[in-house]
């Protein structure tokens, strides 16, 4: 049987010509068929093997039969076969993973965070690499801080109510490849020590997990920093955070700083407008906000900033009966 260097020093452009030629013995001597040969039936072109290959080394020595179980038991959990090459070819080490020592308890681990069906398949169709995570170090870590309210770490959020560990699968299962001691919990932490509540951050982590997974000191805080710097007070920021989430992760200096500056020099408003509607930041600069004051402006206009934004287009002009020139 072939071994990990088996086919001597690894090279992905020569590769697919090596398997090609070995192929694999099974135990009683007769010849097994290559993974080149089973990628190939399953419609991947030499170029995408190649780089296959080369990301996951040790694909070159797995079984043609060994890669054909796996991909049937992805198709038995629900992923449609015409997603599986997607998925492969995203994580190949897929096809590499022990049936029953890994691919399995895996997908067992992860049902038990699923609510509905076809919840598992879908997480893994769009983050494959989640099969390659430990159990015992990221995914139990993760079934333990969507379910642990009340435990002595208080930071810990409660998400098993109304299936919302369910929507986390399926929207975003990026967020299982972090570490909870070193990125969630702290995380999680800092938006307390903000003044968010359980509800607000069952929101944050349903619509806007990139911010739980972004790190404290690096980028969190000196979003912070920079809000209070503009004269934001506590109950603001909390307002703020609570509202629009992605306000914490923003450029500074490329979206919130000229979002500020125009708000105040350009628009005459106050800070505190923008603590009352915090989906201002949300809106584009040129597209959305500099067109929407120019008629606002020029047809001498008194609105909230609520009132102002929180419609498309089409609907901002017939709220207040303007008239649209090409100008």
């Given at each position: 049987?072939?071994?990990?260097?088996?086919?001597?020093?690894?090279?992905?452009?020569?590769?697919?010509?090596?398997?090609?030629?070995?192929?694999?013995?099974?135990?009683?001597?007769?010849?097994?068929?290559?993974?080149?040969?089973?990628?190939?039936?399953?419609?991947?072109?030499?170029?995408?093997?190649?780089?296959?290959?080369?990301?996951?080394?040790?694909?070159?020595?797995?079984?043609?039969?060994?890669?054909?179980?796996?991909?049937?038991?992805?198709?038995?959990?629900?992923?449609?076969?015409?997603?599986?090459?997607?998925?492969?070819?995203?994580?190949?080490?897929?096809?590499?993973?022990?049936?029953?020592?890994?691919?399995?308890?895996?997908?067992?681990?992860?049902s038990t965070l699923g609510t509905k069906p076809g919840e598992v398949a879908s997480a893994i169709t769009k983050f494959p690499h989640i099969l390659a995570h430990s159990v015992e170090e990221k995914l139990c870590p993760f079934w333990l801080f969507s379910r642990h309210s009340g435990s002595p770490k208080s930071s810990w959020v409660s998400l098993?109510?109304?299936?919302?560990?369910?929507?986390?699968?399926?929207?975003?299962?990026?967020?299982?490849?972090?570490?909870?001691?070193?990125?969630?919990?702290?995380?999680?932490?800092?938006?307390?020590?903000?003044?968010?509540?359980?509800?607000?951050?069952?929101?944050?982590?349903?619509?806007?997990?990139?911010?739980?997974?972004?790190?404290?000191?690096?980028?969190?805080?000196?979003?912070?920093?920079?809000?209070?710097?503009?004269?934001?007070?506590?109950?603001?920021?909390?307002?703020?955070?609570?509202?629009?989430?992605?306000?914490?992760?923003?450029?500074?200096?490329?979206?919130?700083?000229?979002?500020?500056?125009?708000?105040?020099?350009?628009?005459?408003?106050?800070?505190?407008?923008?603590?009352?509607?915090?989906?201002?930041?949300?809106?584009?600069?040129?597209?959305?906000?500099?067109?929407?004051?120019?008629?606002?402006?020029?047809?001498?206009?008194?609105?909230?900033?609520?009132?102002?934004?929180?419609?498309?287009?089409?609907?901002?002009?017939?709220?207040?009966?303007?008239?649209?020139?090409?100008?």
């Open positions: 049987m072939c071994t990990k260097g088996g086919l001597g020093q690894f090279s992905p452009s020569h590769a697919a010509n090596k398997l090609a030629l070995v192929g694999t013995m099974g135990s009683s001597g007769e010849q097994m068929p290559s993974i080149l040969g089973f990628l190939k039936d399953k419609g991947f072109d030499d170029k995408s093997i190649q780089s296959m290959l080369g990301r996951c080394k040790r694909l070159h020595s797995v079984e043609g039969d060994k890669a054909s179980e796996n991909w049937n038991y992805l198709r038995s959990i629900g992923i449609q076969e015409r997603k599986l090459p997607h998925v492969v070819s995203k994580c190949p080490k897929v096809l590499a993973l022990g049936l029953n020592e890994k691919l399995i308890p895996t997908v067992e681990c992860l098993n109510k109304e299936g919302v560990v369910g929507k986390i699968l399926t929207k975003d299962p990026f967020i299982m490849g972090y570490s909870v001691e070193k990125r969630l919990l702290p995380t999680t932490e800092f938006l307390k020590s903000i003044g968010l509540s359980e509800l607000d951050l069952r929101r944050v982590v349903i619509n806007f997990p990139e911010v739980l997974c972004r790190d404290v000191e690096k980028i969190l805080k000196p979003n912070l920093a920079f809000l209070r710097r503009c004269g934001f007070n506590n109950a603001q920021v909390k307002d703020l955070v609570a509202g629009y989430p992605p306000i914490l992760i923003k450029s500074v200096k490329n979206s919130l700083e000229p979002r500020i500056k125009f708000l105040v020099e350009e628009m005459g408003r106050g800070i505190g407008e923008a603590a009352e509607y915090p989906e201002f930041f949300r809106h584009g600069l040129k597209k959305s906000l500099e067109y929407r004051q120019r008629l606002v402006k020029k047809n001498n206009l008194h609105c909230s900033l609520s009132e102002m934004l929180n419609c498309n287009q089409k609907k901002f002009v017939t709220k207040f009966g303007l008239m649209v020139g090409h100008s």
